[in-house]
């Protein structure tokens, strides 16, 4: 690549998503602090963790930005292949927590099989419909390509884990309208999906999601059980008004009510600490973020590139609405982190290679001009 291409750098991408990091590493702080009350100490602190995973994924970034992103296309059944394998594999041999089955340890590293299947998958799903692009409004290829979406997502569902397989759904949905595909196909399918949807609930839900989406719906039933989280993760984010109570001054998140502050109720903590003011920055940031994924998008001089950046758009954009949907109760608990603010070497790492694409792209997308 040559050297003068590097001008086409979205520095401002990677500021923003390292001003995310740095404000979700001030609510990392804020949230284990009852659990290290010496403050940063040692290698084992989640912010020195969270931090030790940022420079990691900022490598990637630079890696996976150098290379050129259509040799990631050239490998996709492969990458594909690789997504179904793992997220396979974690059905049999991954970890459980919190009625999940999501994890695996890889030379004693926790890493979440969904995080980079999802990656994975956008990769495949680019390569599928750029190949197609002159056929996506025939059913066949437009049910093909669903397929496509689908197999990872009922993979994921089996753990279960319901929010990342909606996210599946959502960038699937995205992409095959961004490819050309007819309007009424898709909410022909969408009208099926919803017509079915307490049958495949009766079916396919188990006692886990079923209590979890009752909870939702009457979180006093079980107070102190299940809808705990529920009813703290609510307290929290209105008891902080505009200007919050100030950062480590929040009682439920300092008094330890939040049972997963630092990841899946990460937005209660900023609610709670730092307000309406805090949350609004929080929005702000990411809504930056998002123009500047849709203008690698608009400048992508090919296919694929275009596919990639809209499916990246799209996974970002759909878990920052359901994790903070999650903490205000709009939605049952689904275990989402919070892009680039919530605790999880996972998703952080996978976050900066999906950003590396998104350089890539930009980095070439005048070569492909000539």
């Known amino acids: ?70 040799v990631f296309g050239q490998m996709a059944p492969a990458l594909y292949a690789l997504a179904i394998l793992i997220l396979v594999v974690v059905l049999f041999l991954g970890e459980s927590a919190f009625g999940s089955r999501r994890w695996i340890t890889v030379g004693g590293t926790q890493i979440q099989a969904s995080e980079v299947a999802k990656l994975l998958t956008i990769i495949a799903l680019a390569r599928f419909l750029a190949d197609r ?16 979406a689908a197999l990872p997502a009922a993979l994921v569902m089996a753990e279960p884990d319901m929010g990342t397989a909606i996210i599946f759904g959502a960038i699937w949905v995205g992409m095959v309208i961004m490819a050309g595909a007819r309007v009424r196909h898709v909410l022909i399918l969408g009208g099926f999906l919803l017509a079915a949807i307490p049958f495949a609930a009766l ?28 009813l703290q993760g609510e307290i929290s984010v209105g008891s902080g008004g505009i200007f919050g109570k ?21 937005f209660s903590v900023l609610g709670e600490e730092l307000g309406l003011i805090g949350a609004l920055v929080l929005l702000a940031l990411f809504t930056a973020l998002l123009f500047r994924t849709l ?23 759909f878990q920052v609405f359901i994790n903070i949907a999650v903490n205000i109760r709009l939605l049952p608990v689904t275990g989402i982190p919070l892009p680039f603010v919530s605790q999880g070497g996972s998703s952080l790492i996978m976050l900066f290679i999906a950003l590396g694409l998104l350089q890539s792209v930009l980095l070439r997308h005048r070569q492909l001009e000539f």
């Open 1 to 70: 690549m040559q050297r003068h291409a590097f001008r086409h750098f979205d520095y401002g991408l990677l500021l923003l998503a390292g001003v995310l990091v740095a404000y979700g590493g001030l609510l990392i702080y804020s949230a284990s602090l009852t659990a290290y009350p010496d403050g940063i100490a040692g290698l084992s602190h989640p912010v020195v963790k969270q931090a030790m995973f940022a420079a990691f994924g900022l490598t990637m970034m630079a890696i996976i930005a150098w290379m050129d992103y259509r």
């Open 133 to 148: 692009q002159d056929q996506i409004t025939r059913v066949r290829v437009f049910l093909a390509s669903l397929a496509v």
């Open 203 to 230: 079916a396919v839900l188990g006692d886990y999601q079923r209590d979890r989406i009752a909870l939702f719906f009457n979180p006093n039933s079980d107070p102190l059980g299940g809808g705990f989280n529920i």
């Open 246 to 266: 100030g950062l480590t001054n929040g009682s439920q998140t300092q008094l330890d009510f939040l049972q997963t502050p630092a990841t899946d109720y990460i």
């Open 295 to 317: 203008r690698v998008a608009s400048l992508a001089r090919d296919q694929f590139g275009r596919l990639l950046a809209t499916g990246i758009t799209i996974m970002i954009l």
